[in-house]
């Protein structure tokens, strides 16, 4: 059962009355009429890495009370929509979900995003097969109703594992805090706050650096699942050279206790490594080439730091 700061069934559970606004001029009626067809509706929220707080309820419980009450329970979500689109799907109808509520930004784009950090690139589409438009809100706080499409495709008990699977990517040194979204708060008058969401790098890249005065650590990770003794996952890393038109060719390897993979990158040429590794192995990345001072290919950059080269995604999916 999900949370219910999260998921709630029209009528019988929705904490602060989202859809509880009387009158037919409500914001939210045209969502009410849709959702009052069935007695079996329920919703879940669901956003991407920046406009989680632009649906209302989730505003107004971070005011109030905090972000961690907020966004209770919410890493499950993410973690099965991490696991891809087909995942997912069967996540929500397993749950029980008939439909999500998407922030007016995520609908405008088309798709939950969120980049790899502990988990992998999430990047879940908004449209068939997987989810139908079906209504919004309007006025503040504007969000948009999808209803959850069945595939047919089985949810039984044989699959139990795969929805219900916990796991984090669990990174070497600092290296999880840098690739993470970065939260920042700002008071700007009396109980007052402005919040930003966003990624040291932006959401497209994230940047593997070399201290110049400190020698090379290359990054590694293993992937952790608390409840399960044995689980192997399908990843897919695609690698950038950095950075720029001018960025200098690089080789990267990716080695696991029981393979290698080595791809060749450069400006505009990315390469990706797909390879199947067990919960618990550790999986080691290396620039094979010297990192580059940026100035070398960039004159104008006076970044000390030696940039070796870019991730722009990680996917992870679980393989029954």
Same mark, same amino acid.
């Given at each position: ?27 939210? &009626? ?25 649906? *209302? ?29 087909? &995942? ?46 079906? +209504? ?29 699977? *916990? ?19 700002? *008071? ?70 029981? +393979? ?61």
């Amino acid at each position: 059962m999900l949370v219910v700061s999260l998921l709630f069934a029209f009528i019988l559970l929705d904490p602060i009355g989202l859809l509880k606004e009387a009158g037919e001029f409500s914001k939210y &009626s045209e969502i009410q009429q849709v959702l009052k067809k069935s007695k079996l509706s329920k919703v879940l929220f669901l956003a991407s890495y920046d406009d989680f707080y632009e649906i *209302e309820p989730n505003f107004l419980r971070r005011n109030e009370i905090s972000e961690d009450f907020a966004e209770a329970g919410y890493n499950e979500i993410l973690t099965a929509a991490s696991l891809g689109d087909l &995942s997912f799907n069967k996540y929500l109808r397993r749950q029980g979900v008939t439909h999500i509520i998407v922030p007016e930004a995520s609908s405008g784009r088309g798709i939950i995003f969120h980049k790899w950090a502990t988990l992998g690139s999430i990047s879940l589409s908004l449209s068939n097969p997987y989810f139908q438009r079906e +209504t919004a809100s309007f006025g503040s706080f504007p969000v948009v109703l999808y209803k959850v499409l069945d595939l047919g495709s089985s949810i039984s008990s044989s699959n139990k594992l795969e929805l219900d699977l *916990e796991y984090s990517i669990d990174w070497n040194s600092l290296w999880d805090t840098w690739f993470g979204v970065q939260r920042r708060v700002q *008071e700007i008058g009396m109980y007052t706050y402005s919040y930003l969401y966003t990624y040291v790098d932006g959401p497209d890249v994230s940047w593997v650096f070399q201290n110049p005065v400190q020698s090379h650590q290359p990054v590694n990770f293993y992937i952790s699942t608390p409840h399960t003794t044995k689980q192997k996952f399908a990843i897919s890393i695609t690698f950038v050279a950095a950075y720029g038109g001018n960025a200098p060719p690089q080789t990267v390897r990716v080695s696991t206790p029981t +393979t290698t993979r080595v791809v060749s990158i450069r400006a505009g040429v990315p390469g990706k490594v797909d390879f199947i590794v067990d919960n618990n192995q550790r999986v080691v990345i290396d620039n094979v080439l010297p990192c580059r001072a940026a100035a070398t290919f960039s004159p104008d950059d006076d970044n000390p730091l030696l940039f070796c080269y870019g991730i722009s995604n990680f996917t992870v999916r679980a393989i029954p």
